[in-house]
């Protein structure tokens, strides 16, 4: 399906499940149809399954949003607690579009605790009170979290499970219009992991990227899998530098509480410190500047303080605070100020998620997680900008269940949207 239809389709009313490969334009079309309904003066709820996911599209969790925080089942006295919460009653209530960015990583029991709670706040049987419902994301990419072990589930705790899922009665819109990626080799690798049939022709592709030279080592932000591998790299580079070591505080305006979870939900960190030279990643979008969230840069100067960053492509951006904020009923409630940048000689796959990066050294050799390889992987734009340092068998996996489900959602999203046409062709 094309954005156009898949946005027609938005706009009619119909719960959606909005799909695609990585780089189709699913993050581009919630935007979209984000601002279509502002413009119309509908309320819309705009949450992702994690903070970092929630700010690419100014949004919170829907963990917050809910009230369902980190519950993952609700007993009868957790349901009553949360219908106590006046401010959620008032939110919910009002609300007439929900939107759930990367519910890939979203357990069924958390979607159906989400339904159940807002079908409570709204004394209604139907599922989600009779919103409009819209999911998104791409079960390829990362899993729910096992919270227990902090490890990932094995694929049995997808959403699609639920029976929030089921009694939705979602239309399809499966996005397979490619953005990000136009070079064959790349689609060929990306295309043959989604299949589970990564042969030795892809293989051969990767192998000629081992160690590669794609530019100045120290320019390219380094994919890791896990966050002490990442930390430490980013701290020794940093150490590495002889210039004067700069330190920026995260401004904080609210309550406490709320304050918090949006500080520890960004990219921007709390503490951020810069030298000059220092490799580093905008991590918010702002094109009027010059800059979207995963350009990155290296300070090569400070000027009254700021950091002055000369990108990629060759342009200077003295680097300002902006915010973020949580808002309710138009009310600004919390608020948070930094510069948007981190360091960004490393970073990990799970936070590089969303983000579009020219070149990257990427070590999968300890990926632990069927998807990974496949998030990582799908960050840059051609194999010309990948320089890889390791890799094992499980990178290159994608779980079974799911391509069983993504063939099924392809055949639905081709019946939808011939449905969709029917009936508006007859409409019209």
């Given at each position: ?239 590495k530098l002889s210039g004067k070591q700069k330190t920026f505080y995260m401004n904080k305006r609210g309550p406490k509480g709320l304050v918090e979870t949006l500080a520890k939900n960004l990219l921007a960190p709390e503490r951020l410190e810069l030298k000059k030279d220092a490799i580093v990643m905008f991590v918010k979008n702002n094109p009027e500047k010059g800059y ?137």
């Amino acid at each position: 399906m094309k954005q156009k239809e898949a946005l027609e389709i938005l706009k009619a009313g119909y719960n959606v499940f909005l799909t695609g490969c990585a780089g189709a334009g699913k993050t581009y079309l919630l935007g979209e149809y984000i601002r279509f309904l502002k413009k119309k003066g509908v309320p819309v709820g705009i949450t992702a399954s994690t903070g970092i996911a929630a700010t690419h599209i100014g949004g919170v969790t829907i963990h917050s949003f809910s009230g369902m925080g980190i519950l993952n089942q609700l007993t009868a006295s957790d349901l009553n607690r949360v219908l106590k919460k006046n401010y959620l009653a008032k939110n919910l209530k009002r609300t007439r579009v929900l939107i759930i960015d990367e519910i890939s990583m979203l357990s069924l029991d958390q979607l159906d605790i989400v339904d159940r709670i807002i079908r409570s706040f709204l004394k209604s049987n139907e599922p989600f009170g009779g919103m409009q419902v819209v999911l998104c994301g791409d079960f390829f990419q990362l899993p729910p979290v096992k919270k227990d072990y902090n490890l990932y589930t094995q694929g049995t705790g997808f959403a699609y499970k639920s029976r929030a899922w089921r009694e939705l009665d979602l239309r399809v819109c499966y996005l397979t219009e490619r953005y990000r990626h136009k070079e064959k080799d790349l689609l060929f690798v990306l295309d043959s992991i989604r299949k589970n049939n990564v042969n030795e022709d892809a293989v051969n592709l990767l192998r000629k990227c081992y160690k590669a030279k794609i530019g100045k080592r120290e320019e390219i932000t380094k994919l890791y899998t896990h966050n002490l591998s990442v930390d430490n790299i980013n701290a020794g580079e940093l150490k590495k530098l002889s210039g004067k070591q700069k330190t920026f505080y995260m401004n904080k305006r609210g309550p406490k509480g709320l304050v918090e979870t949006l500080a520890k939900n960004l990219l921007a960190p709390e503490r951020l410190e810069l030298k000059k030279d220092a490799i580093v990643m905008f991590v918010k979008n702002n094109p009027e500047k010059g800059y979207i969230n995963g350009t990155l840069g290296r300070v090569v100067r400070f000027q009254e303080e700021k950091p002055v960053v000369k990108t990629r492509e060759g342009r200077y951006v003295k680097v300002e605070q902006e915010k973020w904020n949580v808002e309710e009923d138009g009310e600004v409630k919390a608020e948070v100020r930094q510069l948007p940048l981190r360091l960004a000689w490393a970073i990990t796959v799970h936070k590089s998620q969303g983000t579009t990066l020219d070149a990257a050294e990427i070590d999968l050799s300890r990926a632990f997680e069927p998807g990974m390889g496949y998030v990582a992987l799908s960050r840059v734009r051609t194999l010309k900008g990948l320089r890889l340092m390791g890799l094992n068998k499980t990178a290159l996996k994608a779980n079974e269940e799911v391509i069983k489900m993504d063939e099924a959602f392809q055949k639905a999203s081709k019946e939808d949207r011939k449905e969709f046409c029917r009936i508006h062709k007859k409409a019209a």
